[in-house]
Protein backbone atom coordinates (compact mmCIF):
# COMPACT_ATOMS: atom_id res chain seq x y z
CA UNK A 1 0.00 0.00 0.00
CA UNK A 2 1.18 3.33 -0.43
CA UNK A 3 -0.74 5.19 2.08
CA UNK A 4 1.02 8.29 3.41
CA UNK A 5 3.04 8.72 -0.20
CA UNK A 6 2.47 11.81 -2.50
CA UNK A 7 2.56 10.20 -6.48
CA UNK A 8 3.55 13.31 -9.11
CA UNK A 9 2.38 12.01 -12.68
CA UNK A 10 3.41 14.20 -15.53
CA UNK A 11 0.79 13.91 -18.33
CA UNK A 12 -2.19 12.95 -15.90
CA UNK A 13 -5.03 14.43 -17.50
CA UNK A 14 -5.78 11.64 -20.18
CA UNK A 15 -4.38 7.99 -21.35
CA UNK A 16 -1.86 5.89 -19.74
CA UNK A 17 -0.98 8.89 -17.01
CA UNK A 18 -4.48 8.88 -16.17
CA UNK A 19 -4.60 5.14 -15.79
CA UNK A 20 -1.30 5.18 -13.44
CA UNK A 21 -2.74 8.02 -11.24
CA UNK A 22 -5.87 5.50 -10.91
CA UNK A 23 -4.02 2.46 -9.64
CA UNK A 24 -1.64 4.84 -7.02
CA UNK A 25 -4.51 6.45 -5.78
CA UNK A 26 -6.23 2.69 -5.36
CA UNK A 27 -3.19 1.95 -3.68
CA UNK A 28 -3.65 4.85 -1.32
CA UNK A 29 -1.36 7.49 -2.33
CA UNK A 30 -1.82 11.22 -2.72
CA UNK A 31 -1.80 12.56 -6.26
CA UNK A 32 -0.27 15.67 -7.81
CA UNK A 33 -1.90 15.57 -11.63
CA UNK A 34 -0.05 17.09 -14.56
CA UNK A 35 -1.54 17.74 -18.02
CA UNK A 36 -3.56 19.78 -20.27
CA UNK A 37 -7.33 19.79 -21.59
CA UNK A 38 -10.05 18.44 -18.87
CA UNK A 39 -8.62 18.95 -15.43
CA UNK A 40 -11.64 18.48 -13.53
CA UNK A 41 -12.62 15.32 -15.11
CA UNK A 42 -9.35 14.15 -14.45
CA UNK A 43 -9.13 14.65 -11.14
CA UNK A 44 -12.59 13.64 -10.41
CA UNK A 45 -11.79 10.15 -11.79
CA UNK A 46 -8.66 9.81 -10.03
CA UNK A 47 -10.40 10.84 -6.85
CA UNK A 48 -13.37 8.21 -6.97
CA UNK A 49 -10.50 5.23 -7.75
CA UNK A 50 -8.39 6.27 -4.94
CA UNK A 51 -12.11 6.65 -2.14
CA UNK A 52 -10.57 10.46 -1.77
CA UNK A 53 -12.34 13.58 -2.05
CA UNK A 54 -11.80 15.42 -4.92
CA UNK A 55 -10.23 18.37 -3.53
CA UNK A 56 -7.43 15.82 -2.13
CA UNK A 57 -6.41 15.02 -5.97
CA UNK A 58 -4.20 18.22 -7.13
CA UNK A 59 -3.24 19.32 -10.58
CA UNK A 60 -0.93 21.65 -12.04
CA UNK A 61 -1.06 22.78 -15.62
CA UNK A 62 2.76 23.15 -16.06
CA UNK A 63 3.93 22.83 -19.53
CA UNK A 64 6.50 19.71 -19.47
CA UNK A 65 8.62 21.77 -22.73
CA UNK A 66 8.99 24.58 -20.20
CA UNK A 67 11.65 24.61 -17.17
CA UNK A 68 10.05 27.04 -15.68
CA UNK A 69 6.81 25.93 -15.17
CA UNK A 70 8.39 22.70 -14.17
CA UNK A 71 9.87 24.42 -11.56
CA UNK A 72 6.36 25.92 -10.80
CA UNK A 73 5.03 22.42 -10.72
CA UNK A 74 7.53 21.26 -7.85
CA UNK A 75 7.72 23.62 -5.74
CA UNK A 76 3.74 23.41 -5.89
CA UNK A 77 3.96 19.56 -4.68
CA UNK A 78 6.29 20.63 -2.32
CA UNK A 79 4.44 23.17 -0.71
CA UNK A 80 0.66 21.77 -1.45
CA UNK A 81 1.92 18.07 -0.49
CA UNK A 82 5.28 17.72 1.63
CA UNK A 83 7.31 16.47 -0.98
CA UNK A 84 7.17 14.30 -4.07
CA UNK A 85 8.13 10.57 -2.81
CA UNK A 86 7.11 9.14 -6.17
CA UNK A 87 7.47 10.58 -9.72
CA UNK A 88 5.94 9.05 -12.86
CA UNK A 89 7.73 10.73 -15.60
CA UNK A 90 4.68 10.07 -18.05
CA UNK A 91 3.50 13.21 -20.38
CA UNK A 92 4.62 12.88 -24.01
CA UNK A 93 3.64 13.49 -27.37
CA UNK A 94 4.44 12.19 -31.45
CA UNK A 95 4.57 13.11 -34.39
CA UNK A 96 5.47 11.30 -37.80
CA UNK A 97 7.47 12.09 -40.44
CA UNK A 98 10.44 11.24 -42.53
CA UNK A 99 13.66 12.75 -40.96
CA UNK A 100 14.37 14.95 -43.80
CA UNK A 101 10.29 16.24 -43.51
CA UNK A 102 11.11 16.17 -39.78
CA UNK A 103 9.59 19.76 -38.58
CA UNK A 104 12.17 21.36 -36.51
CA UNK A 105 10.26 22.93 -34.03
CA UNK A 106 8.27 19.67 -33.97
CA UNK A 107 11.77 17.88 -32.94
CA UNK A 108 12.81 20.50 -30.32
CA UNK A 109 8.87 20.07 -28.82
CA UNK A 110 9.81 15.87 -28.58
CA UNK A 111 12.66 16.19 -26.84
CA UNK A 112 12.08 18.72 -24.71
CA UNK A 113 8.57 16.90 -23.55
CA UNK A 114 9.31 13.63 -23.41
CA UNK A 115 13.11 13.36 -22.52
CA UNK A 116 13.82 17.14 -21.15
CA UNK A 117 10.82 17.41 -18.62
CA UNK A 118 12.41 13.91 -16.90
CA UNK A 119 15.50 15.54 -16.38
CA UNK A 120 14.12 18.65 -14.82
CA UNK A 121 11.51 17.19 -12.49
CA UNK A 122 13.99 14.27 -11.19
CA UNK A 123 16.92 16.86 -10.55
CA UNK A 124 14.46 18.87 -8.61
CA UNK A 125 12.29 15.74 -6.66
CA UNK A 126 15.61 13.62 -6.26
CA UNK A 127 17.37 15.92 -2.79
CA UNK A 128 13.98 15.44 -0.80
CA UNK A 129 13.97 12.18 -2.03
CA UNK A 130 17.86 11.35 -1.01
CA UNK A 131 16.97 13.18 2.52
CA UNK A 132 14.04 10.74 3.30
CA UNK A 133 15.63 7.65 2.23
CA UNK A 134 12.91 6.54 -0.20
CA UNK A 135 11.48 7.60 -3.50
CA UNK A 136 10.69 6.16 -6.61
CA UNK A 137 11.29 7.11 -10.12
CA UNK A 138 9.27 5.80 -13.20
CA UNK A 139 9.82 6.54 -16.72
CA UNK A 140 7.37 5.77 -19.10
CA UNK A 141 9.54 5.17 -21.94
CA UNK A 142 8.23 2.85 -24.93
CA UNK A 143 9.34 0.13 -27.09
CA UNK A 144 10.98 2.78 -29.15
CA UNK A 145 13.28 3.21 -26.14
CA UNK A 146 14.14 -0.25 -27.44
CA UNK A 147 14.22 -0.26 -31.01
CA UNK A 148 13.18 2.45 -33.70
CA UNK A 149 10.14 2.36 -36.34
CA UNK A 150 10.93 4.61 -39.10
CA UNK A 151 9.36 7.68 -39.63
CA UNK A 152 9.52 8.41 -35.67
CA UNK A 153 13.37 9.81 -34.84
CA UNK A 154 12.64 12.55 -32.57
CA UNK A 155 10.45 10.17 -30.31
CA UNK A 156 12.53 6.94 -30.64
CA UNK A 157 15.56 9.30 -30.16
CA UNK A 158 14.01 11.15 -26.86
CA UNK A 159 12.53 7.56 -25.64
CA UNK A 160 16.83 5.73 -25.99
CA UNK A 161 17.50 9.29 -24.09
CA UNK A 162 15.16 8.20 -21.42
CA UNK A 163 16.20 4.46 -20.65
CA UNK A 164 19.63 6.13 -20.76
CA UNK A 165 19.14 9.31 -18.32
CA UNK A 166 16.58 6.08 -16.21
CA UNK A 167 20.32 3.71 -16.33
CA UNK A 168 22.15 6.76 -14.70
CA UNK A 169 20.45 7.76 -12.35
CA UNK A 170 19.85 4.28 -10.92
CA UNK A 171 23.46 4.06 -10.37
CA UNK A 172 23.35 7.49 -9.08
CA UNK A 173 21.29 6.58 -6.35
CA UNK A 174 21.92 2.82 -5.83
CA UNK A 175 22.73 2.67 -2.45
CA UNK A 176 19.90 4.70 -1.23
CA UNK A 177 16.24 3.76 -0.61
CA UNK A 178 15.52 5.69 -4.02
CA UNK A 179 15.01 3.79 -6.93
CA UNK A 180 14.68 4.59 -10.76
CA UNK A 181 13.34 2.28 -13.79
CA UNK A 182 11.70 2.26 -16.90
CA UNK A 183 8.41 0.86 -18.20
CA UNK A 184 8.72 0.34 -21.59
CA UNK A 185 4.91 -0.42 -23.47
CA UNK A 186 4.19 -1.49 -27.11
CA UNK A 187 0.83 -0.09 -28.51
CA UNK A 188 -1.69 1.16 -25.63
CA UNK A 189 -4.71 2.61 -27.07
CA UNK A 190 -4.76 5.83 -26.20
CA UNK A 191 -6.01 9.63 -27.77
CA UNK A 192 -2.19 9.34 -28.95
CA UNK A 193 -2.47 5.98 -30.63
CA UNK A 194 -5.66 6.57 -31.89
CA UNK A 195 -4.20 9.34 -34.01
CA UNK A 196 -2.00 7.28 -36.02
CA UNK A 197 -5.40 4.66 -36.01
CA UNK A 198 -7.18 7.71 -37.63
CA UNK A 199 -4.90 8.62 -39.98
CA UNK A 200 -4.59 4.96 -41.80
CA UNK A 201 -8.30 5.23 -41.56
CA UNK A 202 -8.13 8.36 -43.17
CA UNK A 203 -6.25 6.56 -45.86
CA UNK A 204 -9.49 4.44 -46.51
CA UNK A 205 -9.06 1.03 -44.40
CA UNK A 206 -11.80 0.34 -42.17
CA UNK A 207 -11.04 1.15 -38.81
CA UNK A 208 -11.07 -2.49 -37.45
CA UNK A 209 -8.59 -3.47 -39.82
CA UNK A 210 -6.21 -0.23 -38.97
CA UNK A 211 -6.21 -1.31 -35.88
CA UNK A 212 -5.65 -4.99 -36.66
CA UNK A 213 -2.75 -3.70 -38.90
CA UNK A 214 -0.97 -1.51 -36.54
CA UNK A 215 -0.93 -4.58 -34.11
CA UNK A 216 -0.05 -7.35 -36.74
CA UNK A 217 3.07 -4.97 -37.99
CA UNK A 218 4.45 -5.58 -34.33
CA UNK A 219 2.80 -6.45 -31.36
CA UNK A 220 2.57 -10.59 -31.88
CA UNK A 221 -0.22 -10.44 -28.87
CA UNK A 222 -2.65 -8.45 -30.98
CA UNK A 223 -3.55 -6.88 -28.09
CA UNK A 224 -3.45 -3.40 -26.48
CA UNK A 225 -1.58 -3.44 -23.16
CA UNK A 226 -4.09 -1.12 -20.94
CA UNK A 227 -3.46 1.96 -18.93
CA UNK A 228 -4.43 0.16 -16.44
CA UNK A 229 -2.12 -2.58 -16.03
CA UNK A 230 0.41 -0.25 -16.63
CA UNK A 231 -0.50 1.31 -13.41
CA UNK A 232 -0.13 -1.65 -11.66
CA UNK A 233 3.43 -2.15 -12.83
CA UNK A 234 3.79 0.83 -11.71
CA UNK A 235 2.68 0.17 -8.23
CA UNK A 236 4.58 -2.93 -8.16
CA UNK A 237 8.02 -1.20 -8.94
CA UNK A 238 7.11 1.25 -5.46
CA UNK A 239 6.26 -1.68 -3.10
CA UNK A 240 9.05 -3.21 -1.29
CA UNK A 241 9.22 -5.47 -3.50
CA UNK A 242 10.46 -4.18 -5.88
CA UNK A 243 13.23 -2.21 -3.69
CA UNK A 244 16.18 -4.45 -5.36
CA UNK A 245 14.54 -3.24 -9.65
CA UNK A 246 17.18 -0.57 -10.44
CA UNK A 247 17.83 0.71 -13.75
CA UNK A 248 15.59 -1.71 -15.94
CA UNK A 249 13.44 -0.87 -19.49
CA UNK A 250 10.71 -3.36 -18.47
CA UNK A 251 9.08 -4.38 -21.34
CA UNK A 252 5.22 -4.22 -21.28
CA UNK A 253 4.80 -4.99 -25.47
CA UNK A 254 2.64 -8.60 -26.51
CA UNK A 255 6.14 -10.03 -27.26
CA UNK A 256 7.68 -6.92 -30.09
CA UNK A 257 11.36 -6.69 -28.91
CA UNK A 258 11.44 -10.60 -28.14
CA UNK A 259 11.36 -10.88 -32.09
P1 LIG B 1 -2.06 10.76 -24.38
O1 LIG B 1 -1.98 11.68 -25.56
O2 LIG B 1 -3.32 10.03 -24.08
O3 LIG B 1 -1.64 11.55 -23.04
C1 LIG B 1 -0.55 12.42 -23.01
C2 LIG B 1 -0.62 13.24 -21.75
O4 LIG B 1 0.48 14.15 -21.75
C3 LIG B 1 -1.89 14.10 -21.65
O5 LIG B 1 -2.29 14.20 -20.29
C4 LIG B 1 -1.41 15.46 -22.16
O6 LIG B 1 -2.17 16.56 -21.67
C5 LIG B 1 -0.01 15.47 -21.60
N1 LIG B 1 0.87 16.39 -22.28
C6 LIG B 1 1.17 16.49 -23.60
N2 LIG B 1 2.01 17.50 -23.81
C7 LIG B 1 2.26 18.06 -22.60
C8 LIG B 1 3.05 19.14 -22.17
N3 LIG B 1 3.76 19.89 -23.01
N4 LIG B 1 3.06 19.44 -20.84
C9 LIG B 1 2.32 18.72 -19.97
N5 LIG B 1 1.55 17.67 -20.33
C10 LIG B 1 1.53 17.35 -21.63
O7 LIG B 1 -0.82 9.77 -24.58
P2 LIG B 1 -0.47 8.33 -23.94
O8 LIG B 1 -0.58 7.33 -25.03
O9 LIG B 1 -1.21 8.12 -22.67
O10 LIG B 1 1.07 8.55 -23.68
C11 LIG B 1 1.61 8.74 -22.38
C12 LIG B 1 3.08 8.36 -22.41
O11 LIG B 1 3.20 6.97 -22.73
C13 LIG B 1 3.90 9.12 -23.45
O12 LIG B 1 5.18 9.43 -22.92
C14 LIG B 1 4.04 8.13 -24.57
O13 LIG B 1 5.20 8.34 -25.32
C15 LIG B 1 4.11 6.82 -23.79
N6 LIG B 1 3.78 5.63 -24.57
C16 LIG B 1 2.56 5.49 -25.14
C17 LIG B 1 2.28 4.33 -25.86
C18 LIG B 1 0.95 4.07 -26.49
O14 LIG B 1 0.83 3.07 -27.22
N7 LIG B 1 -0.07 4.87 -26.25
C19 LIG B 1 3.27 3.35 -26.00
C20 LIG B 1 4.51 3.55 -25.43
C21 LIG B 1 4.76 4.70 -24.70
Not at 1 to 15: E, F, R
Not at 69 to 75: E, H, K, S
Amino acid sequence: MLTGKTALVTGSTSGIGLGIAQVLARQGARLVLNGFGDAEAARKAVAEAGGHAVSEVLHHPADMSRPGDIADMMDFAAREAGRVDILVNNAGIQHVAAVEDFPVEKWDAIIAINLSSAFHTTRLALPAMRAADWGRIVNIASTHGLVASALKSAYVTAKHGLVGLTKTVALETATTGVTCNAICPGWVLTPLVQQQIDARAAKGVPKEQAERDLLGEKQPSLQFTTPEQLGELAAFLCSPAGINVRGVAWQVDGGWTAQ
